[in-house]
């Protein structure tokens, strides 16, 4: 079973929707995925996603609510396949703590997405409600490409 981390800054936001996309894009794909998320700081943990985040979610079929947020650590490297960033700011802070060993897959989110307009998954965590869903845009399409990628 591919595992699959997706990674942001307080895991209550961009990460938790990305987690919530791909499992259920991955079960209608037939895909048998282990997902989860996490933050590069800890001020959220084991808080549940932002309320705006659950709503946007929600609004498009997606359940995030029990998910709670959690602190990215080394240990993740050796449980996870594709560590998932997004944005360079969190990638780099990856970057820094995996082990040498690590022979797995660490990069940005969006490199699954290469049509978007952008390459790192804005945070929509200091905006408004209207932010959300232009995050889950690019989010859905970069699920969609990964899983295209896991298929060959």
């Known amino acids: 079973m591919v595992r699959v981390l ?3 800054l307080g895991n ?13 894009k991955a079960q209608s794909a ?17 808080e549940a996603p932002d309320l ?15 998910l709670r947020g959690r602190l990215a650590v080394r240990a993740d490297f050796s449980r996870f396949d594709y560590l998932l960033a997004m944005d360079r700011k969190n990638l780099a802070h990856l ?14 989110f969006l490199d699954y997405a290469p049509d978007a307009p952008v390459r790192e998954v804005p945070d929509p965590y200091f905006g408004s409600e ?5 995050v889950l ?8 490409g990964l899983i295209r990628h896991l298929r060959t």
């Open 6 to 8: 997706f990674v942001c």
């Open 12 to 24: 209550i936001c961009r990460s938790p929707m990305a987690e919530g996309v791909l499992r259920v």
């Open 30 to 46: 037939g895909l048998a995925l282990d997902v989860a998320s996490a933050g590069t700081g800890d001020w959220h943990v084991g």
């Open 52 to 66: 705006r985040a659950q709503e946007a979610a929600a609004a498009r079929g997606y359940d995030i609510t029990a």
């Open 95 to 108: 970057q820094r703590l995996a082990p040498t060993s690590f022979n797995g897959t660490l990069r940005l």
């Open 130 to 134: 209207d932010g959300f869903a232009p």
């Open 137 to 144: 845009d690019l989010i859905e399409e970069a699920a969609d």
